[in-house]
């Protein structure tokens, strides 16, 4: 949510002036033409050139076609990103524009139209400016949201309407748990879901339900089975905490009946128990198979889940040793209908993990068809690790050999567990389970991004900093996202990390502060991604490539200007806001996952003379220090701010051919961002700053009008900010390690 709850305005900028007749329209003129650059300018400053592209929104290197002969450059290209002041989130960057559409090119739908077929609402648009410097400046990415709806004049022009990648996230699916989103974000695995089962189903449910949407058709559930007992019976749903930090509920298992008995470790019981009711599903072998659960128990020697071809006698499952070992073992079905399959069982975990907490299993198993010498790989991690895997032969009476007709797969019981020594029976699982997913695998080379989601259900991938949670948030929303090697003792995984590079639709600031818990479930993933920005009162916004930028806060404090203007040179609708907009004397800072702290360090003096301004922030700061300084560092800017220019506005084009100014400072002026700080120089003595004043303000957001010819920028700023608060400074604030120095 944005930090203030107050209405705020983006200021607009007056009509343009009309321009001089010598200026000329302007048209992109092709390589090889002999033109120099003035002449393509046709005398002014700088000219607008316009592209499209028909490719898919998340294409990282669109194919652009120039469309500025079909612009008309007479109306204003209007160009409106960031925000009005730095308590407001930025929101979707907006470009208007009016074009030629005497052939109907512009209409969706157009059978005479030269792109019928081809042009619709969120085809992509940009914007570039192209200066008398030569330094292409790109001004707008985005989507077109709005086709030609009128036609006026004979040359049947109409406006387009477009805004940048927010506008996407704004209507992006809300998220599920974090978990869940790291299996279906996988680029590697997902496509290879063959079902996945949360268990999170309401009580009295009697099946579970696929929410991959890529099971086979009846294959979509995992139905309630019961054994000895009345129909669901001995199964809870909604009983007991899921693994990860989105407070769902989960499968309980309790079974009845007296101990089985086993022949693992010569002990005469086991703890697993013959009446109850589990989950069946039917899901066929390919050939590799993966299949990922999370468990929690304190009981040994029991199993856990098996899948089995009961046409050929034969069961593959994990269990627990009577020590509380993972163990994957292969059995016969029947022992009335004798085979020459051998019992195996081979113990594969690191250490027990019947503690009663939460453990991930990911199990893989490859047939001989994509193995060499005609052998079975498998193999087993636990919690993130690889445990075990080896080789066997294919020989039902020396090694493993699975059919490719596995199909039956049963959860929280295992039918030939107990060494085929009855005639048909179920071994009952006792604890919890949680998130089943299975991966059906062509090629032995795919892998499934187990460790992250791992990640995710253990820990919430809390202490990454703040760049990294963003890349992990818009990777779950579908945009790319950038991905490094990161080497773990026992593994190689692959985690989201930031960049600055130009070929990402993702650009991150340079950010090192950790993140905490972040609950997401249910979340619009632009206001997940918002409630990491305000960690360390960061804008999050689209810079003019398209790309997702979290700029870190250290980036607004002790800026040299980038930009300095003569007062008397700017156009006359710059005016001054003195008013109660941008007060803030208390906060109310609440990270993901705790409570709300009310801060009012630094504003009791603003209360006395204003009465209580308060404003209200969600981040995922990691302590509570954290967050009670990030909301003295809003207070200290915000309890007696100074008036500030809304907007501040120049004709930059017409200052551009001003010896005091030139096509330099005109490039200056193209190259500024947000947060980027603009001085200005020799205000007159009624303005706020005194006569001969100087000011710094940065940059929040602008509207820029360009025309041929003209170029008006109307700047959103707030006061440069002093002095911040500091991590671990002794008199600005002190949290996280002695030493490191964040400024807020």
């Known amino acids: 949510m944005p930090y203030a709850t107050r209405t705020r305005v983006q200021p607009v900028p007056r009509p343009p002036r009309r321009r001089n007749p010598w200026i000329r329209h302007a048209q992109a003129t092709p390589a090889g033409t002999g033109q120099n650059l003035a002449q393509q300018l046709a005398g002014a400053a700088s000219t607008p050139r316009v592209y499209i592209s028909f490719d898919p929104p998340y294409t990282l290197n669109p194919a652009w076609l120039d469309v500025t002969s079909y612009v008309d450059q007479d109306q204003p290209i209007t160009i ?15 470009c208007t524009l009016t074009v030629d559409n005497t052939d109907g090119r512009w209409t969706a739908g157009n059978p005479s139209g030269a792109w019928c077929g081809l042009i619709r609402k969120g085809i992509w648009l940009r914007v570039d400016l192209l200066p008398l410097s030569g330094t292409v400046s790109r001004r707008f990415t985005g989507y077109i949201t709005a086709l030609p709806t009128t036609i006026t004049g004979a040359g049947a022009q109409s406006q387009i309407s477009a805004s940048d990648v927010l506008v996407l996230l704004t209507q992006a699916p809300k998220y599920s748990t974090m978990l869940v989103e790291e299996w279906m974000s996988d680029s590697v695995g997902a496509p290879y879901i063959a079902g996945y089962w949360p268990l999170d189903e309401p009580a009295g449910a009697t099946y579970a339900s696929d929410i991959s949407g890529q099971a086979p058709t009846g294959a979509q559930t995992l139905a309630v089975r019961s054994f000895g007992v009345n129909s669901g019976t001995g199964l809870t749903w909604s009983a007991t905490p899921a693994p990860g930090f989105d407070g769902r509920q989960t499968l309980t298992f309790t079974p009845s009946g007296p101990p089985l008995s086993s022949s693992y470790g010569n002990n005469t019981f086991s703890n697993s128990l013959p009446y109850g009711s589990y989950l069946q599903g039917t899901v066929k072998l390919a050939a590799v198979a993966q299949i990922t659960c999370w468990v929690r128990t304190s009981i040994a020697n029991q199993p856990i ?32 209908t004798p085979s020459t399959l051998q019992n195996l069982y081979t113990v594969v975990g690191h250490s027990p993990i019947t503690d009663g907490a939460w453990h991930q299993l990911s199990f893989r198993i490859q047939t001989p068809a994509v193995t060499q010498y005609n052998v079975t790989y498998w193999s087993l991690t636990v919690d993130g690790a690889q445990a075990f895997g080896g080789f066997g032969t294919s020989s039902p009476s020396t090694g493993y050999c699975p059919t490719g007709n596995l199909s039956r797969l049963l959860i929280g019981t295992a039918e030939g567990w107990n060494g085929a020594s009855q005639a048909f029976g179920l071994s009952m699982f006792t604890g919890a389970i949680s998130d089943v997913v299975v991966h059906l695998i062509p090629a032995a080379a795919i892998n499934p991004a187990w460790i992250a989601a791992w990640m ?20 779950y929303a579908g ?32 950010t090192a502060h950790p993140c905490g818990i972040q609950a997401i479930t249910g979340k619009n993933p632009l206001d997940a991604l918002r409630t990491v920005a305000h960690t360390e009162n960061m804008p999050l916004f689209v810079d003019a490539y398209g790309r997702i930028t979290l700029q870190a806060s250290t980036q607004r404090t002790n800026t040299t200007p980038a930009l300095t203007i ?31 702290i009310t801060v009012t360090t630094g504003g009791a003096n603003s209360r006395a003379l204003y009465g209580e301004y308060s404003t209200q922030v969600d981040t995922v700061n990691l302590t509570g220090l954290e967050a009670a300084s990030l909301g003295a560092a809003i207070v200290a800017a915000g309890a007696n701010p ?17 010896p005091a100014y030139g096509p330099a400072w005109y490039d200056a002026v193209l190259a500024l961002t947000l947060s980027n700080v603009l001085q200005v120089t020799g205000w007159q003595e009624q303005s706020p700053y005194g006569l001969a004043g100087t000011s710094t303000h940065i940059i929040e957001g602008w509207t820029e009008t360009i025309t041929a010819g003209q170029h008006l920028i109307a700047w959103s700023t707030s006061p440069a900010q002093g002095p911040t608060y500091q991590c671990d400074s002794p008199t600005l604030g002190r949290c996280d390690t002695p030493g490191i120095t964040l400024a807020y």
């Not at 409106?80 to 907006?94: E, I, M, S």
């Not at 003569?566 to 705790?594: R, W």
């Open 566 to 596: 003569s007062a008397v040179d700017l156009d006359p609708a710059t005016a001054f806001a003195d008013d109660f907009q941008y007060l803030v004397n208390q906060a109310q800072v609440t990270p993901s996952g705790a409570g709300s």
């Open 642 to 658: 100074p008036p500030r220019p809304a907007p501040l506005a120049v004709e930059a084009a017409t200052l551009a051919q001003l």
């Open 305 to 336: 889940w098996s899948w089995s071809d009961p046409s050929a006698n034969y069961a593959i499952g994990l269990d627990l040793t009577p020590d509380g070992y993972v163990e994957f073992w292969q059995s016969q079905l029947n022992s009335a």
């Open 456 to 475: 995710a259900g253990s820990n919430g991938h809390i202490g990454e900093n703040t760049g990294q949670r963003v890349a992990r948030l818009v990777s």
């Open 80 to 94: 409106n990103p960031g925000r009005p002041d730095g308590l407001a989130d930025p929101g979707a960057a907006t």
């Open 479 to 510: 945009l790319p996202a950038p991905e490094a090697p990161v080497r773990l003792p026992g593994t190689s995984l692959t985690v989201l990390q930031p960049t600055t590079g130009t070929s990402s639709i993702l650009h991150v600031g340079t």
